[in-house]
């Protein structure tokens, strides 16, 4: 059955170069859940992140609340979903503010100084999310790498997309941000949209995940919950580590201990 209020992929099979970088991957996914993708390096992750924004050539199904992702706009696409790339380099002095302004665009948006009052009020409240406010008027090139992920991620926010893709959005960010990001994307969640999340983090997919998407060599291998995903075996299997694991305050802790 096609989720009216979420996200289902069918045999998606992706080809880069003449390659096949991705097969047969099925799975599917309801807003209010923060989906975590898992794997070791050249997994597929960003490829399979990008193929689902509809933003790379693939072949099988990928549905949004019900309808074809290839059969949207891009206007559509871009109200419906928001991006956060794992390479967000930008290399025009440009503030802060406008950058994170880019995400209204696919509202109507002109440019920053033309914003309407909803738009003034989405930048600002995305700006404050990620803690950012105070650095609203820098540009963003004098930010150090962690606070341009910062920035990125509240770019997204700004979109109010009901479907959000993050590629490694706490990469080179500090361990306080870690966590603040990785709270705000699962309160997101809790708010009614579905984040996707590729991450190399075990320990954050297993404490922030609702549901764990595990890739090996273009093939989904395990999806469910992040404590039958992350077991031991698995672990062992795809990542070759072994992982020191305990609760605490009612969440699950995993740190990669060892390689095999």
Known sequence: MIPINGFEVCNLKVRLGGRMVLRDISFSAQRGALVALVGPSGA?????????????????????????????????????????????????????????????????????????????????RALDAVDLGGMAGRAVTELSGGERRRVAVARALATEAPILFADEPTASVDPHYQLSIMTLLRRQARQGALVFVVTHDLGAAARFADRVLMLRAGRLEEAGAPRDVLAPAQLAEIFSIEAFRCDHASEQVIVPWAAR
Do not use: C, N
């Open 44 to 124: 597929g992750k960003t490829t399979l992140l990008r193929a689902m924004a509809g933003l790379i050539p693939s072949e099988g199904g990928i549905v949004a609340d019900g309808e074809d992702v290839r059969g949207l706009s891009i206007a559509q696409r871009a109200q419906r979903f928001a991006y956060v790339p794992q390479d967000d380099s930008v290399h025009w002095p440009l503030p802060v503010h406008d950058v994170v302004a880019l995400g209204r665009y696919p509202h109507g948006a002109s440019r920053p100084g033309r914003l309407s009052p909803r738009d003034v009020e989405a930048v600002a």
